[in-house]
């Protein structure tokens, strides 16, 4: 039976163990191997996961859990050549954050910065090899540099390659793949908010690839997300990407500029790649790349481009290669130049209607359209579009799919605004809203609700690619008294913005939108509107923001009672709503009271269980506050409360209900009534023959007396 319950708690421990990792921290920046114990190396902490054993002053990897090694900021120097990677790792560069500033992007976080973490050599060898073992390689917050090979300049992998938050310049194939090379079957990269930057290759300065296995083509993943590939190339290299195989291409919210293939190539070559090849891209800007044109391909499946800007390149911006199959086309929304007529099946009626063509225009100018590469925020470099814009700005549907740009700029919950082409969103003056939410009180304590809708509204930008320009990502204005420029455009009657200035350290909090309708409720189908809008430091007025709310009543609460009915006594008056209250609905609260006309002029309690061993007997009784149809009966005035039988000992209770003056009603609450006979027959002990007072009947006594004291208790 033991070994069965073993057995049983396998999967979860080996669950546990698939989520465990270890890490190992590198502690120089020198490219040691065994001969300093005193600290742990990359090249040491490499081999101790290989091996599994400890190594030179790093602790060893472990066979089942993820093997992470940690380095901080600085330069890592291989001198012993490659890095031959044996089991599946993990290389971290210190996150790159500035934890003292606000991201211009995302200011409710720290500010990203740019990899502080760099892994280099002095040419003549690459820096990470995998293709042996097919081990999984993961980068992170990383600059690899200057890495040399015939195949791989930086990466010769044999398996899957996560390339994430990092950055790869100055790497160099003679062969191909100036940064990375794929080998054999299933070897993938995905990459994201990571840049390629001036790689150089014969074929692929970016990525090449193995073309067919013993088994026929060889299978390959590039999945490439918020990333930016530029200045990649020269006139010696054939391409950027050289694809091959069976290939998936997956490009999202990234930029492709300024880089340098041959004619005969492609920046985006697919034109070795076999029949099942798919390529994806959506929400991208492939600009100002030179000689090569953008997209090459001749025997693929399928294609599929939507809110794409193929435009501005020094060459075609595609090619379809002679003795090209008929493909499958997807796409739509997007601006293309030197692109349908050679590569006529990128064209159905579809996408015809929904296609800026520059083919046949004559002011398609570069400088109209996009600023300078840049940053403008992010941690890539990319296109923004400028105002000028006649075919990038504002040119994808209203309701675009894709609303968090390359700069992870979020935009998801503008209302109305069209998006742009290409892989970045403008930030114009926007109320940021969402049309389908309505704002209630139901979780506060109060009918009064305060939000801080300015938080996610985006003031428009500048086209200066730097944030050490104040306000290059834009700003809302402070006006001279020091509060926010905002103003409420409708519902004005209810609505205000509660500025929060007036200390040094709320001083620059943005404004609250209060909304008080003075109590008053409104029922579903009944929401009201407040509308505003806000000023940003560049003179640019916002879009209005529309905000629905309904003020709900909160229901009163109706508190447990216990009363003690004296021996000898014939009745009991009863104030069972002295302790109950509609705190809920703060200052507008409020219970009903006799004679309120608003409950039915003091009807406003409603007994739920009637007691058993007695009867309630009220001043006056009607119908229930807003019960007229169901004819439920409420008691006002003065209640009492009358036993069956004043002599018996007894226990009676009953519940009760309570109304406020919105007509609402609380939870039940019970009322104890115990007779002083049964207490003291309760309380009263002894030892036969003895006549001695418990230490029961001493705790019973004293607690007769606080019922006597205190003729009600709040439970």
Same mark, same amino acid.
């Given at each position: 039976?033991?070994?069965?319950?073993?057995?049983?708690?396998?999967?979860?421990?080996?669950?546990?163990?698939?989520?465990?990792?270890?890490?190992?921290? #590198?502690?120089? #920046?020198?490219?040691?191997?065994?001969?300093?114990?005193?600290?742990?190396?990359?090249? &040491?902490?490499?081999?101790?996961?290989?091996?599994?054993?400890?190594?030179?002053?790093?602790?060893?990897?472990?066979?089942?859990?993820?093997?992470?090694?940690?380095?901080?900021?600085?330069?890592?120097?291989?001198?012993?050549?490659?890095?031959?990677?044996?089991?599946?790792?993990?290389?971290?560069?210190?996150?790159?954050?500035?934890?003292?500033?606000?991201?211009?992007?995302?200011?409710?976080?720290?500010?990203?910065?740019?990899?502080?973490?760099?892994?280099?050599?002095?040419?003549?060898?690459?820096?990470?090899?995998?293709?042996?073992?097919?081990?999984?390689?993961?980068?992170?917050?990383?600059?690899?540099?200057?890495?040399?090979?015939?195949?791989?300049?930086?990466?010769?992998?044999?398996?899957?390659?996560?390339?994430?938050?990092?950055?790869?310049?100055?790497?160099?194939?003679?062969?191909?793949?100036?940064?990375?090379?794929?080998?054999?079957?299933?070897?993938?990269?995905?990459?994201?908010?990571?840049?390629?930057?001036?790689?150089?290759?014969?074929?692929?300065?970016?990525?090449?690839?193995?073309?067919?296995?013993?088994?026929?083509?060889?299978?390959?993943?590039?999945?490439?997300?918020?990333?930016?590939?530029?200045?990649?190339?020269?006139?010696?290299?054939?391409?950027?990407?050289?694809?091959?195989?069976?290939?998936?291409?997956?490009?999202?919210?990234?930029?492709?500029?300024?880089?340098?293939?041959?004619?005969?190539?492609?920046?985006?070559? @697919?034109?070795?790649?076999?029949?099942?090849?798919?390529?994806?891209?959506?929400?991208?800007?492939?600009?100002?790349?030179?000689?090569?044109?953008?997209?090459?391909?001749?025997?693929?499946?399928?294609?599929?481009?939507?809110?794409?800007?193929?435009?501005?390149?020094?060459?075609?911006?595609?090619?379809?290669?002679?003795?090209?199959?008929?493909?499958?086309?997807?796409?739509?929304?997007?601006?293309?130049?030197?692109?349908?007529?050679?590569?006529?099946? @990128?064209?159905?009626?579809?996408?015809?209607?929904?296609?800026?063509?520059?083919?046949?225009?004559?002011?398609?100018?570069?400088?109209? !359209?996009?600023?300078?590469?840049?940053?403008?925020?992010?941690?890539?470099?990319?296109?923004?579009?400028?105002?000028?814009?006649?075919?990038?700005?504002?040119?994808?549907?209203?309701?675009?799919?894709?609303?968090?740009?390359?700069?992870?700029?979020?935009?998801?919950?503008?209302?109305?605004?069209?998006?742009?082409?290409?892989?970045?969103?403008?930030?114009?003056?926007?109320?940021?809203?969402?049309?389908?939410?309505?704002?209630?009180?139901?979780?506060?304590?109060?009918?009064?609700?305060?939000?801080?809708?300015?938080?996610?509204?985006?003031?428009?930008?500048?086209?200066?690619?730097?944030?050490?320009?104040?306000?290059?990502?834009?700003?809302?204005?402070?006006?001279?008294?020091?509060?926010?420029? #905002? !103003?409420?455009?409708?519902?004005?009657?209810?609505?205000?913005?509660?500025?929060?200035?007036?200390? !040094? &350290?709320?001083?620059?909090?943005?404004?609250?939108?209060?909304?008080?309708?003075?109590?008053?409720?409104?029922?579903?189908?009944?929401?009201?509107?407040?509308?505003?809008?806000?000023?940003?430091?560049?003179?640019?007025?916002?879009? &209005?923001?529309?905000?629905?709310?309904?003020?709900?009543?909160?229901?009163?609460?109706?508190?447990?009672?216990?009363?003690? @009915?004296?021996?000898?006594?014939?009745?009991?008056?009863?104030?069972?709503?002295?302790?109950?209250?509609?705190?809920?609905?703060?200052?507008?609260?409020?219970?009903?009271?006799?004679?309120?006309?608003?409950?039915?002029?003091?009807?406003?309690?409603?007994?739920?269980?009637?007691?058993?061993?007695?009867?309630?007997?009220?001043?006056?009784?009607?119908?229930?506050?807003?019960?007229?149809? !169901?004819?439920?009966?409420?008691?006002?005035?003065?209640?009492?409360?009358?036993?069956?039988?004043?002599?018996?000992?007894?226990?009676?209770?009953?519940?009760?209900?309570?109304?406020?003056?919105?007509?609402?009603?609380?939870?039940?609450?019970?009322?104890?009534?115990?007779?002083?006979?049964?207490?003291?027959?309760?309380?009263?002990?002894?030892?036969?023959?003895?006549?001695?007072?418990?230490?029961?009947?001493?705790?019973?006594?004293?607690?007769?007396?606080?019922?006597?004291?205190?003729?009600?208790?709040? #439970?």
């Amino acid at each position: 039976m033991k070994t069965l319950k073993y057995l049983a708690l396998l999967p979860l421990l080996l669950a546990v163990q698939a989520e465990a990792a270890i890490r190992i921290p #590198v502690t120089t #920046v020198v490219d040691e191997f065994g001969e300093n114990t005193a600290n742990c190396s990359l090249r &040491e902490a490499v081999h101790a996961i290989n091996t599994l054993k400890a190594f030179g002053g790093c602790r060893a990897g472990d066979r089942y859990l993820t093997n992470i090694i940690s380095l901080e900021k600085g330069t890592y120097l291989l001198t012993k050549g490659e890095l031959v990677i044996e089991r599946s790792l993990s290389v971290e560069g210190i996150n790159p954050i500035d934890k003292e500033t606000y991201d211009s992007i995302n200011p409710d976080k720290a500010k990203r910065i740019l990899p502080q973490t760099e892994i280099t050599t002095n040419g003549g060898h690459r820096l990470f090899n995998s293709a042996k073992s097919g081990a999984a390689i993961s980068l992170y917050n990383l600059i690899l540099s200057k890495g040399e090979a015939s195949l791989g300049g930086a990466v010769f992998a044999g398996g899957q390659v996560l390339f994430n938050n990092s950055i790869a310049k100055q790497n160099k194939a003679t062969e191909a793949g100036g940064v990375f090379y794929l080998e054999g079957n299933l070897s993938s990269i995905s990459m994201n908010s990571s840049t390629i930057e001036n790689n150089i290759s014969p074929r692929g300065a970016m990525v090449s690839m193995s073309c067919a296995n013993d088994l026929g083509a060889a299978t390959h993943n590039l999945n490439i997300t918020r990333s930016s590939i530029i200045n990649n190339g020269s006139i010696d290299s054939k391409n950027i990407i050289d694809g091959c195989g069976a290939l998936a291409v997956n490009m999202s919210l990234s930029t492709v500029g300024q880089n340098t293939g041959k004619v005969e190539g492609g920046i985006l070559d @697919l034109s070795n790649a076999g029949f099942g090849t798919v390529l994806t891209i959506d929400h991208s800007t492939l600009v100002k790349n030179n000689t090569a044109p953008v997209i090459a391909y001749q025997k693929i499946s399928t294609i599929s481009i939507s809110n794409t800007a193929i435009a501005f390149n020094n060459g075609l911006g595609c090619i379809e290669r002679s003795g090209s199959n008929k493909l499958n086309f997807i796409g739509t929304f997007n601006t293309f130049e030197n692109v349908l007529t050679t590569c006529p099946q @990128l064209q159905t009626t579809l996408s015809a209607a929904n296609t800026n063509n520059l083919d046949n225009v004559t002011d398609d100018i570069f400088e109209q !359209e996009f600023t300078p590469l840049g940053y403008y925020g992010g941690m890539t470099q990319t296109y923004l579009p400028k105002l000028t814009s006649k075919y990038i700005l504002d040119k994808a549907p209203t309701e675009c799919t894709q609303r968090i740009d390359q700069r992870d700029s979020n935009t998801s919950f503008a209302v109305n605004i069209k998006c742009d082409i290409g892989s970045v969103e403008r930030r114009i003056a926007t109320a940021i809203y969402d049309k389908n939410l309505t704002f209630t009180n139901e979780k506060s304590l109060d009918r009064i609700i305060e939000l801080n809708v300015l938080e996610n509204d985006i003031p428009s930008e500048t086209d200066n690619p730097e944030d050490t320009i104040e306000n290059a990502r834009g700003a809302i204005r402070k006006l001279s008294n020091g509060q926010y420029d #905002v !103003e409420i455009i409708s519902g004005n009657e209810y609505c205000s913005f509660k500025h929060r200035n007036d200390t !040094e &350290e709320t001083k620059n909090l943005y404004p609250l939108l209060k909304i008080d309708t003075k109590g008053v409720t409104q029922d579903i189908g009944q929401e009201q509107k407040c509308v505003y809008r806000f000023t940003d430091t560049i003179n640019k007025i916002s879009t &209005e923001g529309e905000l629905n709310f309904r003020i709900v009543n909160r229901t009163p609460n109706a508190m447990n009672d216990s009363y003690l @009915l004296e021996a000898g006594r014939s009745n009991l008056a009863l104030n069972i709503t002295a302790n109950d209250n509609d705190d809920n609905d703060g200052i507008y609260g409020k219970l009903c009271t006799d004679g309120d006309v608003r409950c039915n002029n003091g009807l406003y309690i409603r007994i739920v269980t009637e007691p058993k061993n007695g009867r309630i007997v009220a001043e006056k009784s009607g119908i229930c506050p807003n019960r007229k149809t !169901e004819e439920l009966t409420c008691l006002g005035g003065k209640l009492t409360y009358y036993p069956n039988n004043t002599l018996a000992p007894f226990d009676d209770s009953f519940t009760y209900i309570v109304y406020d003056i919105d007509k609402s009603s609380s939870n039940d609450a019970t009322v104890t009534i115990v007779s002083q006979q049964r207490l003291q027959e309760q309380t009263t002990g002894s030892v036969a023959g003895s006549g001695s007072v418990t230490l029961l009947s001493l705790f019973s006594v004293t607690l007769l007396g606080l019922y006597r004291r205190f003729r009600k208790v709040n #439970v």
